[in-house]
Each structure stands twice: as C-alpha cells, then as structure tokens.
C-alpha cells in the first residue's frame, strides 16, 4: 500500500493549483491525473480578470500568462429578438482588468509544469476507480491501492470522491446538454469581444483564444433539443446552432462554414451540488464542489479560488487544526452562496424569454445597471448586490 500525505484526484486548474499551494508549504503531495497527456475535454474557457490574477498569485509570470490568455474587451450578450448590450469588466486594455479567452491546451500543462517545479508528484494516465472515503484509499485502474491521510476530489462534475462520501446531488435546474468544441479563426490574434447568444432553449458562447481558434460552448434544454439530440446527434445540433449565429462586423468567422479543430466534446446534465464540501479525511474544490450555471463564466474562478481556501484548510488540518475542514465548508458557502443565487435568477430570466428581453433592454439602455452586473459576472463585487431588491427593481421596470 502506497502512503502519502495528501492525494488530490483530478490534474485540472483546481487540483494543479492546491498542489502547488501545499507543496510550497513543505507537504507530501501526489496528483493522479486519468489523462496521458492533455487532451479536449468540456470545460470553461472565458473568465474575468480575478482569474488571471489569481493564476499571478500562483506564481505564473506575465510572459506565461499572455502565452496562455487573449484578451476579450467585453462579453456581448445578444437576444432572440436583436437587443444587445456588452458586460465589461475594466477599461484599461490589460489583461489583469479585461475578460480572457483561456488556451486550455497550454494553460493546464502550465499548471502542472509550476505544481512539479513546486516539488509535488504528478502522476499522469493514473484512473482512480474507487474511493473508501473512510480510510482514505484509492483504488487505481491498475489494480494498485494509495492511502492518503487526505484525498481531495478535484475531479470536476461528475466526482469519484463527492459520489463515494455520498454528496453529490442533481442541479437545482432542468437537465441541460453541454457541447463544446473550437473553430479556426483567419486572421492575428486581436483582441475582440466574446459573444453570448440566446436562442430559444439554449445558448452558444463564443470566446476568441490564442492560436487562431474560437472556443465554441451550447448549451441546450427543454424536450424539444432533447429530441433533436436523440435523433440527429451532436453534429446535428452543432450544425443547427451555428448556422443560426448572426455575422457581426467585428467576428471573422463564417459559422456557417466553420471548421472544427478538435472533436466535440459533451456533459450532460451540466451541473450539479453537493451537501457538503468535506469530511474527516477528504475535500472537494473546483467543479467537484458544485457547478450550476456555464453562461456566468465563473467555473475557473470558482475552481482557483476553492484550492487557494483549500490550501489553508487542509495545511491547517495535517498541522493539527480539527476545525479547519469546516471552516473551509462555510467559507466556501460564504463566498459562493450569492453568486449560486444570480445565477439561479439568470437562469429564470434565460426560461421566460419575455422577461429576459426586458432585463436585456433594460442592460442595454441604463449603463449604472449594465456596470453593475458586469461587476457581479466578473465577481469584482460581492453578488448580493445583483439580489438587492432596488437592483431587480431598476432591471425589469419599463
């Protein structure tokens, strides 16, 4: 039986960055990756600039970060109807006060390269196929077992670790379908705006990235796109939505015509909760700790802002601190709990389409309100100011 101090399942930002954060504090830490080497997979691209400086506080340099992150002025959100209004999170043009397109390819590599150089082990092509949550064992795909004083799951939506401690419960949304996929993009890399558009039962995100590439996210619900799945398959949808893209001036992209650059990948349903975040010998942070709502943008912040929290808790934990693990719970309840709310009330509005319109024209027309929620989105500010009721008020009056 292999023995380490502390064992985190799952090599993404979550993971990559607690092993990092440990590893610097003189910890024992091994992470068990199931992928070889990097590859595809759904996951979230766009981000705020509170990402990018957490991945500065991780240690990552400017050159590193401009190597993996394009600049996005702006997220414009476009309806059904054609009102469109742009969400912005700085002015200055830098990327620590602008939203980014994130290379996934080069920036999860990165953090695994920062976490060994920190001195954890990162054990790629290693499966964990069952957790005892008790005594803190993994059982790998090779038939061979590590036991760790702690096991965080930092293993995204679809959790070993929440599902073996028992946590892990259905979204409290209607099931929901997510593909995503890039597209080649002519032209240099300029900084332009994401794209967010709504369509009836769904939308499609568009985030530009470095390499001549567009991050292509859809998401769809309802029984009528349940159908279009089952019968006509991933590509099918693919192909309807795109063809359904409006051109726009500053986006060279024929989507019509676009051409993919890597398989589509998919997750359903999208999210998912827990009724707890940890427990005597284990710890969930990142997607694993509960994922609700891709179109807010916040799944890498969610995920680099649990393993900093992480790292203290657990730190604390291995030194002797028996209420460290729970102070983590509710600091992670503390700061996230509003934010599950707006995006809850995102996604209310996104299911009455008459009232999304009026919340989108109101965006558009009243810049005070427009600054606000760009604010909220980009979690600049706390997200109880998106639940005031004078906010809601100035939202939806004619």
């Keep these: ?6 064992v985190i399942v799952g090599g993404g930002p979550a993971g990559a960055a607690l092993a990092i954060g440990l590893a610097r504090r003189g910890r ?10 990097w590859r595809w997979r759904a996951c979230g691209v766009f981000t705020s600039p509170v990402t990018v400086r957490a991945l500065a506080t991780l240690g990552l340099t400017a050159a590193e970060i401009s190597s993996v992150a394009r600049s996005l002025p702006a997220m414009r959100v476009e309806t059904p109807a054609g009102t469109r209004f742009r969400l912005t999170y700085g002015d200055d ?17 990165l953090l695994l390269k920062h976490a060994r150089d920190a001195r954890a082990e990162v054990r790629e092509g290693a499966t964990a196929r069952e957790v005892d949550i008790g005594a803190g064992r ?7 077992s590590i036991e760790g004083r702690m096991v965080v799951g930092a293993d995204g939506i679809r959790s070993i670790v929440a599902r073996a401690a028992g946590v892990d419960r259905p979204a409290l949304l209607p ?7 890039h597209v080649a993009e002519a032209g240099p890399d300029t900084p332009r705006d994401a794209r967010m558009i709504v369509f009836d039962g769904g939308y499609v995100g568009l985030a530009p990235i470095s390499g001549g590439r567009v991050n292509v996210g859809i998401v769809v619900g309802g029984r009528s796109w349940a159908e279009r799945l089952r019968v006509g398959g991933a590509a099918a949808v693919v192909a309807e939505v795109l063809a359904g893209i409006p051109t726009a001036a500053d986006d060279p992209v024929d989507w019509r015509a676009a051409v993919r650059c890597d398989p589509i990948e998919g997750a359903a349903p999208i999210g998912h909760r827990v009724t707890r975040r940890q427990g005597e010998r284990w710890l969930l942070i990142g997607d694993a700790a509960g994922f609700l709502d891709p179109f807010t943008g916040e799944g890498l912040h969610r995920a680099l802002r649990s393993a900093a929290l992480a790292t203290d808790a657990v730190d604390a934990h291995l030194a002797g601190d028996t209420a460290a693990l729970g102070a983590y719970d509710r600091a992670m309840a503390r700061r996230f709990r509003s934010k599950d709310a707006v995006s809850l009330l995102v996604q209310a509005f996104l299911g009455q389409p008459a ?3 009026r919340a989108a024209r109101s965006l558009a ?5 427009r600054e606000t929620m ?22 939806l009056r004619p």
């Excluded at 024992?28 to 080497?37: C, F, N």
């Excluded at 027309?365 to 309100?369: G, L, N, Q």
């Excluded at 604010?375 to 008020?393: E, N, W």
Aim: no cysteine; net charge negative.
């Design 28 to 37: 024992d830490v091994l992470v068990l990756e199931r992928a070889p080497a």
């Design 374 to 395: 760009g604010l909220v989105m980009g979690d600049l500010v706390p997200a109880s100011r998106a639940l005031d009721p004078r906010f809601v008020v100035s939202l």
């Design 175 to 181: 099931p929901r379908t997510g593909l995503t996929f």
């Design 355 to 357: 009232l999304f319109e």
């Design 365 to 369: 027309d009243r810049p005070s309100v």
């Design 93 to 109: 043009g830098s990327l620590r006060d602008a939203a980014v397109g994130l290379d996934r390819s080069a920036l999860d590599p």
């Design 138 to 144: 993994i059982g790998l795909a090779d038939g061979t």
């Design 1 to 6: 039986m292999e023995r380490r101090e502390v």
